[in-house]
């Protein structure tokens, strides 16, 4: 079984699919990476070093930007890594709202459906003048 995954071949970081212990060697498309601390199941580590607000590549696209200096093979998480999305936003979980979502997509659809199908059902009973 693989001990971590690179997503995309663009990717600056790696996920651990398993604790990786501190300092172990392991090859990355060939590159050798040693961790400098123990990486959490989940979570990502560097494969290259990285200076302050360099780019972290993830799924091939920057998913935010390194908030200190970085070595290869130390992990990434909140404690030095900034989302682009700004200060303004909030994460929240919100099972309802995608659900709610849904059935407005869902609504919206079978009624485009109605409406298209009253308008066939028109047309094909135009009475004869």
């Given amino acids: 079984m ?8 663009n990717d ?7 604790v990786l212990p501190a300092n172990i060697t392991i090859y990355v498309d060939d590159t050798e990476v040693t961790t400098t601390m123990e990486i959490p199941v989940g979570h990502k580590f ?4 990285m200076a ?3 780019s972290v590549v993830k799924y091939g696209f920057c998913i935010g930007n390194a908030t200190s200096a970085v070595k290869k093979g130390d992990g990434i998480h909140i404690h030095n890594l900034k989302t682009r999305l700004g200060d303004l936003l909030d994460y929240i979980y919100g099972p309802d709202f995608v659900e709610e ?9 079978q009624t485009k459906r109605i409406i298209g199908l009253i308008l066939v059902l028109g047309l094909s009973r135009k009475e004869k003048i």
Wanted: aromatic letters at 4%.
């Fill in 52 to 54: 302050e607000g360099e």
């Fill in 12 to 18: 600056n970081v790696a996920v651990a699919l398993e």
């Fill in 101 to 109: 979502k849904s059935l407005r997509v869902t609504q919206n659809l």
């Fill in 2 to 9: 693989a001990h971590f995954i690179k997503i995309n071949e």
């Fill in 46 to 49: 560097a494969l290259v070093d």
